[in-house]
């Protein structure tokens, strides 16, 4: 059974920092591109990070400079590294796992960023 489980997720003021987490199981991690997505209400999910099996990355303009994304396929983990958190991050936080067509979500995290 194929599980993607996301950590990390809390509420945070403007300009602090999270470090959300992805475990993945059921799958042979290292071969799968993983992405982080958010949605926030009534908006589209949207790519936030993204890491391809060699390590190379992107990022959405957004958040470019304040976000890191990481891989570990040790530990079969995917990680988040959230700096100078804006309200505007405020969303539900989820990882995806692709390899070719076939793709896995996990169940989100929420990140919520007030004073």
């Known amino acids: 059974q194929v599980q993607l489980v996301e950590s990390g997720g809390g509420l945070v003021q403007p300009g602090g920092s999270l470090r959300l987490s992805c475990a993945a199981s059921?799958?042979?991690?290292?071969?799968?591109?993983m992405g982080w997505y958010r949605q926030s209400p009534g908006k589209q999910r949207e790519l936030v990070a993204h890491?391809?099996?060699?390590?190379?990355?992107n990022y959405a303009d957004s958040v470019k400079g304040r976000f890191t994304i990481s891989r570990d396929n040790a530990k079969n983990t995917v990680n988040l590294q959230m700096n100078s958190l804006k309200p505007e991050d405020t969303a539900v936080y989820y990882c995806?796992?692709?390899?070719?067509?076939?793709?896995?979500w996990g169940q989100g995290t929420q990140v919520t960023v007030s004073s």
């Open positions: 995806k796992g692709t390899w070719y067509s076939v793709s896995y």
């Open positions: 059921g799958i042979r991690f290292s071969i799968y591109a």
């Open positions: 890491i391809t099996t060699d390590g190379s990355t």
